[in-house]
């Protein structure tokens, strides 16, 4: 069974930044994809960002283009999620989540069903 631990949340100011992290139990973490999610109150859960098992390959939600940068020490098995220029629409509980393969085709990246592996989750409050 992985587990995935979430850290690295908070409350910033807007315009702030934080770097989450995800650290997961297994080895096994290098050889699969990865990806972010956020949740917030009242809304359903939506893609943020994602990885390839080796880091050549990231995907981002239009939202967050250009502000956040997902990346993955797989000597460490930890992903990360740089969140620059916050703004109180990023406020939301944060999950990262571990794909079924090594990449994604098409646009499955964005689908939850695409991910095995979940989070708990780490609080991300942007005050304005």
């Known amino acids: 069974q992985v587990q995935l631990v979430e850290s690295g949340g908070g409350l910033v100011q807007a315009g702030g930044s934080l770097r989450l992290s995800c650290a997961a139990s297994?080895?096994?973490?290098?050889?699969?994809?990865m990806g972010w999610f956020r949740q917030a109150p009242g809304k359903e859960r939506e893609f943020v960002a994602a990885?390839?098992?080796?880091?050549?390959?990231?995907w981002y939600a239009d939202s967050v283009e250009g502000r956040f940068t997902v990346s993955r020490d797989n000597a460490k098995t930890t992903m990360y999620l740089q969140m620059n220029s916050l703004s109180p629409e990023d406020t939301a509980v944060y999950y990262c989540?571990?794909?079924?393969?090594?990449?994604?085709?098409?646009?499955?990246?964005?689908?939850?069903?695409?991910?095995?592996?979940w989070g708990q989750g780490t609080q991300v409050t942007v005050s304005s």
């Open positions: 990885i390839s098992w080796s880091g050549g390959t990231t």
């Open positions: 297994e080895r096994t973490f290098r050889t699969y994809a």
């Open positions: 989540a571990q794909g079924e393969r090594g990449t994604f085709y098409g646009g499955s990246y964005s689908y939850p069903d695409e991910y095995h592996y």
